[in-house]
């Protein structure tokens, strides 16, 4: 039995068949100033939150020199100004000369009292973020590494430019329609779980990863979920497909082989009859092991076929085609005299 799985970028999830429960294997000269940031982009566009050099908005500074802190609020707001590429904040601070200053940024959420920066002065500890599918914890966390002004000066120095990196990872399940144009595919209850939904993160560490201090979520307390009808249909120059995705905190999914982290119902309508095709079927998948990574995307790609429905014997369906080789003949021979094709004569 065929069986129509397909795979983008790193990710990978196992379908099998045949049941109704089926298992898928600033203005002053002096003042410090903030330069555009820069945020590495992304290969492909998704539906979870995302943060790019264009659509940044705000970030959160933690500033010091050898007095002590920099600025009147910690960390202190840093914002674009309107739909430019300029960068300011409230209360204008001036360089002060001979002075050695370093500055660590964060965006992506007012994470409060649970970011503090660490005794260097040039990191940054998160303390039991809780990013999960709940709209106000799934948001694109970035964090730079301190940039240092050593000594500053009057005058003269340079503005401050952030180089963001990703410190959560996402992953994408998309859900294509592997049925013919006039066909719907709906989806319906997908739940993504088995992970892991707070933990800390220490940027001062030589190799700094995510600690999780939580255990991981189940089919019945998971937030990761789409609970409308969504509707995937293959068409020849504008394919629907059901996409779900969120951001989540880097790990490890499984130390097993594989682990069952998605569910969700499928119901086949015919688009032109709009007649039921087969029964009502509930999918399950299980993921491979794999170590999500801050900073990557991993898109799931499931085709729901006939086959998968268990209709396809009993409706008019078609394999995949064979065509044949070409064969050479090897009967021609080469004249040695002339290189040419052995019997062949030019007049």
């Known amino acids: 039995m065929k069986r129509s799985l397909f795979m983008l970028g790193v990710a990978v999830a196992a379908l099998s068949s045949c049941s109704n429960n089926e298992v898928l294997d600033i203005a002053e000269s002096n003042a410090i100033k903030f330069s555009n940031t820069f945020v590495g982009k992304p290969t492909r566009g998704v539906t979870a939150p995302e943060l790019t050099t264009d ?59 649970s970011v503090t920066d660490n005794d260097d002065k040039k990191s940054l500890k998160f303390s039991g973020i809780v990013v999960n599918g709940d709209k106000d914890n799934q948001f694109d966390l970035l964090y730079s590494n301190t940039v240092e002004r050593s000594p500053a000066t009057v005058d003269g120095n340079h503005m401050i430019d952030f180089t963001f990196e990703h410190l959560l990872s996402m992953v994408q399940f998309t859900l294509k329609s592997g049925f013919g144009k006039t066909t719907k595919v709906k989806i319906t209850n997908f739940k993504f779980y088995g992970v892991k939904t707070i933990g800390s993160y220490d940027a001062s560490q030589e190799s700094p990863a995510w600690t999780l201090t939580a255990n991981a979520n189940t089919e019945d307390n998971t937030n990761f979920k ?7 249909q293959y068409k020849a ?3 629907n497909d059901v996409v779900n995705s969120w951001v989540i905190i880097p790990q490890k999914n499984t130390d097993s082989e594989n682990v069952e982290m998605v569910k969700f119902t499928v119901n086949v309508v015919d688009g032109e009859s709009n007649t039921q095709i087969g029964t009502e ?8 092991s794999i170590t999500w990574k801050k900073g ?31 064969y050479d003949d090897t009967n ?4 040695e005299d002339n290189s040419s094709t052995s019997g062949v004569e030019f007049e």
Do not use: C, H
Request: aromatic share 16%.
């Open 55 to 113: 659509n940044l908005k705000e970030m959160y500074v933690f500033a010091s020199n050898n007095d002590g802190p920099v600025f009147d609020e910690i960390p202190k707001l840093v914002y674009r100004i309107g739909e430019t590429n300029e960068w300011g904040y409230d209360n204008l601070v001036a360089w002060e000369a001979s002075k050695n200053y370093n500055f660590v940024a964060y965006a992506g959420k007012d994470l409060g009292g």
């Open 226 to 232: 789409s609970d409308g009808e969504e509707t995937a």
């Open 237 to 239: 120059d504008d394919t």
């Open 281 to 288: 079927k509930e999918f399950t998948a299980k993921i491979p």
């Open 296 to 326: 990557y995307r991993y898109n799931y790609i499931f085709t729901i076929t006939p086959e998968q429905m268990g209709v396809a014997d009993q409706y008019i369906t078609f394999d995949a085609p064979e065509v044949t080789v070409w």
């Open 332 to 335: 021609l021979t080469i004249d």
